[in-house]
């Protein structure tokens, strides 16, 4: 047997110094990549009235975690897609995002969207983060599914007992769109009415996207409630309201962020005056961060974001996955969606610029406390807190 070493070949001396820079380049660009993660929303049709405000407080708050520094020195990276708010083209881009972009987490909203991916994400171990979708179901779609914004269940609760006890309501309509959004808000609500002591006179729902709502309207003035609570999507809140006013209807009108809409109190006038809609997210008043935000809008703007407490939770989203990733990069671990499932698991509490501080339950939830606004002289004022 031949015991000497093979020499190895001139090319092979010269390459193989070459080949250690080589790799060492490929590691630091490696380690300087930015940190992606998806963001899907509506940005075309009835809803992007809300989408597009929410996706420019993603971009503020990408450009303020990257302009401190960004996560260990890494900017992050949102690759925002379009879902139009049906669930069909959710599936879609949502597939794109994990298949294509690679993306380890994603964040969404619409309770119909969010239903329909979950299992997508489940199945691809990809984190996703659901944002202003209510339907309490959500808690209920698996493993990598959680909310940063609480369900229908915080302040659908909160608002039925406290119309009863601090309003005086007795005989509440309910109409609603029939789709997760509506039927489990409306569910939600009903039931804390009924257990505050209220009847429920009326309890309807219609398709979305409908123009005419007489029917509905002759209903409820039938039904003679003393509020009206609709769970609606945007377009259509405007749109029943409008009618109810033009029937002769001044009866008190109740909501959820849905209709906490600047254009809704400018296409109803005075018809607007004494709505009432309840928000998630803190008032100026509890939190220092929100006049200097809203100063933000109008300097960019000349206005109010649309949905103030949705763009809210959207801005501090990026900040739960800049801590997530933090974590798993502290760790030498890949950045995969299992690695920062188990981050959010391990941290479970946040302190966020916008919305205070959220804490992960183990059924996937997070609480808050319930603002009520009510419009007053054409702009939304807090009136109450629980």
Known sequence: MNSRKTPLSRRAVIAAPLAFPFLNLKALAQSAAPLRFGVADPLTGPSAIFGLDQMQAVRWAVED????????????????????AKPDVGIAVVTRLISVDRVPAFITAFSNVVKAVAPIANREKTLMLSVGANSPDIKNLGDYVYTTFPLADVDMRALGGWLYAKQGKRRAAVLFVNHETGTEGAKVFTKAFKDAGGEIVLSES??????????????????????????????????????MRQLGLNVQVTSFQTAFNPKMIQELGKGAEGIIVTALAPSAADN???????????KAFNREPV???????????????????????????????ENLRR???????FDLPLTNRIVFKEDHTVDAPTYFWQVKDGRFQVIGKQ
């Open 307 to 337: 949905g103030l407490p949705y763009t809210q939770y959207f801005h501090d989203a990026p900040y739960v996955l800049a801590a997530l990733f933090k974590r798993v990069l502290d760790r030498n671990q890949p950045v995969t969606g």
């Open 65 to 84: 975690i990257n302009a401190a520094g960004g996560v260990n020195g890494r900017k992050l990276e949102a690759i925002i897609v379009d879902h139009q």
């Open 343 to 349: 981050a959010l698991l391990e941290i479970k509490s």
């Open 206 to 243: 219609y398709e979305e996207q409908r123009s005419d709502f007489t029917g509905l309207v002759l209903k409820v003035r039938a039904a003679n409630p003393d509020v009206v609570h609709i769970h609606s999507v945007v377009s259509d809140f405007t749109a029943i309201v409008a009618q």
């Open 288 to 298: 220092a961060n929100v006049p200097k935000y809203l100063e933000r809008w109008q």
